[in-house]
């Protein structure tokens, strides 16, 4: 079976979105690719009580707005990201193993397990 690749542009795009959401004053308590195993993917996780605050829609559309602005050959797609709580259990498991603080970490997060639930790979750019 072929495994889907982290790029490093996806890598630099999710980087440059996070310091974005920062900048636009978005409170994002995790940013994070995780790889989806079962579908083949990576998937942008961003991670804010936003998100349970006024709900997932109003932030697809704050980032979509800031995608729109950023570089062509730097450009996510809004399918590739995935809004969630700060407290979903995803973010509550990688929180147990790894915090960055407020700045902005690269940290690759591979072939491990958390309280006994296998995480195959991931990149960390925050976890709070």
Same mark, same amino acid.
């Given at each position: 079976m072929f495994v889907e690749i982290l790029t490093d542009k996806?890598? !630099? !795009?999710? %980087?440059?979105l996070t310091i974005l959401l920062d900048k636009a004053? =978005?409170? =994002? %308590? #995790? !940013?994070l690719w995780i790889y989806e195993m079962d579908l083949n993917i990576w998937r942008l996780i961003i991670a804010s009580p936003e998100v349970r605050v006024f709900g997932p829609k109003k932030l697809y559309k704050r980032i979509q707005s800031i995608i729109s602005k950023m570089p062509e050959d730097n450009k996510l797609v809004l399918k590739d990201i995935a809004v969630v709580d700060d407290i979903h259990p995803l973010v509550i498991l990688l929180r147990k193993a790894v915090k960055t603080g407020r700045t902005i970490s690269e940290i690759r997060f591979s072939r491990n397990a958390i309280n006994g639930v296998f995480i195959e790979d #991931? $990149?960390? $750019?925050r976890i709070t």
């Open positions: 996806m890598i !630099s !795009s999710g %980087k440059e004053q =978005v409170k =994002v %308590k #995790a !940013s #991931a $990149y960390i $750019y």
